[in-house]
């Protein structure tokens, strides 16, 4: 079974506006972390954002957020902003407590930033 | 401090063939990775070492073995290459509960 969902293959967005990324999760551990990551068209992979599932806040890192509905089991990436650089793929990933050796990741969202 | 490096970048190998991917890391971790991007697809868990001395499977381990040679390298061996391992291979170390450090990823062709 699918565990992280990404539905949005690719987004647009005009720079300076602020664009957000949908992720949903599957799991039945109550201890999970889930995690976003950037790959520019370079290939590397780049580490934004984490959040723990016992954490009460949403997460941020400067421009990122992390809208985190445990309830729902989503955890979209808010990205506020956006620059000309931000054109990349982007990937949900998430680890759950029990093995967390064995991380899983989305099939990504494209996302092009229009100047 | 190169972090994490893999070798080779790029690499051809016609069906049959075997090679070897290298991973070294300097950053003093516990916990190596191997992991492989298809396209339009997320990264998919081949193997990982938790620790010097011990390897285990990830979810797409056939056709695959590793070696955790120290703590600094682990490598991913192709003992019969076949087309659907062309992909591109990512290592990845882990300091903590949080990030993963990603290498550069090594692009494989095999025909």
């Known amino acids: 079974a699918q565990k992280i969902t990404q539905t949005q293959p690719g987004m647009f967005v005009q720079e300076k506006e602020a664009v957000t990324l949908d992720c949903t999760y599957d799991?039945?551990?109550?201890?999970?972390?889930l995690f976003w990551y950037k790959q520019p068209s370079s290939g590397e992979m780049i580490f934004l954002i984490y959040?723990?599932?016992?954490?009460?806040q949403n997460a941020t890192e400067g421009r990122y957020s992390l809208n985190f509905q445990k309830a729902r089991k989503s955890a979209n990436l808010v990205i506020s902003a956006s620059q000309l650089g931000d054109s990349a793929m982007y990937f949900c990933?998430?680890?759950?407590?029990?093995?967390?050796?064995?991380?899983?990741f989305g099939a990504g969202t494209r996302l092009t930033v229009k100047p | 401090n190169a972090g994490v490096t893999q070798t080779p970048k790029f690499q051809v190998l016609k069906t049959g063939q075997s090679m070897t991917l290298q991973c070294a890391q300097d950053?003093?971790?516990?916990?190596m990775y191997w992991y492989r991007q298809d396209p339009g697809m997320g990264l998919r868990l081949i193997y990982y070492s938790a620790s010097e001395g011990t390897t285990d499977k990830g979810e797409v381990p056939n056709g695959y073995n590793v070696s955790r040679l120290n703590k600094r390298e682990f490598s991913l061996r192709l003992e019969s290459a076949a087309p659907s391992q062309t992909s591109v291979y990512f290592c990845?170390?882990?300091?903590?509960?949080?990030?993963?450090?990603f290498g550069p990823g090594t692009r494989l062709t095999v025909t």
């Open positions: 799991t039945s551990d109550p201890s999970y972390g």
């Open positions: 990933a998430m680890r759950e407590g029990r093995n967390n050796n064995d991380m899983r």
């Open positions: 959040q723990g599932s016992y954490d009460q």
């Open positions: 950053m003093n971790h516990n916990s």
């Open positions: 990845a170390t882990r300091r903590d509960l949080y990030e993963q450090y």
